[in-house]
């Protein structure tokens, strides 16, 4: 398994930036991509952007298009997603995940990632 551990969330106004960042341990090795995720409360938790762990290919979720920004760094075994033009309808707990399953393509089904992280609130002020 993978521990992730999230931080970077925040308050921050409409309009603002922030950056989590995702640090991963354990069986790193066996990473094949990594993602955050958002969930509000009593909504699912949904799909903001993902990156393949080996050649970075990335995907994005309407949501965060041209405003999120999904990069890794492979030394520390960290994602980040930069966030920026902020909106308050992105207020949420942003969740880290793993997947450790070879496949063809990123999957954007959350039951399919198998390790999260604890979860970070971002709160988006008007």
């Known amino acids: 398994q993978v521990l992730l551990v999230e931080s970077g969330g925040g308050l921050v106004q409409a309009g603002g930036s922030l950056r989590l960042s995702c640090a991963a341990s354990?069986?790193?090795?066996?990473?094949?991509?990594m993602a955050w995720f958002r969930q509000d409360p009593g909504k699912e938790r949904d799909i903001v952007a993902a990156?393949?762990?080996?050649?970075?290919?990335?995907y994005y979720a309407d949501a965060g298009k041209g405003r999120f920004t999904i990069s890794r760094d492979n030394a520390k075994n960290t994602v980040y997603l930069q966030m920026s033009s902020l909106k308050p309808e992105d207020t949420a707990v942003y969740y880290c995940?793993?997947?450790?399953?070879?496949?063809?393509?990123?999957?954007?089904?959350?039951?399919?990632?198998?390790?999260w992280g604890q979860g970070t609130q971002v709160t988006v002020s008007s």
């Open positions: 995940a793993a997947d450790l399953v070879r496949r063809d393509t990123i999957v954007i089904v959350t039951s399919l990632w198998q390790n």
């Open positions: 354990g069986r790193t090795s066996d990473i094949y991509a």
């Open positions: 990156i393949n762990w080996s050649d970075g290919d990335t």
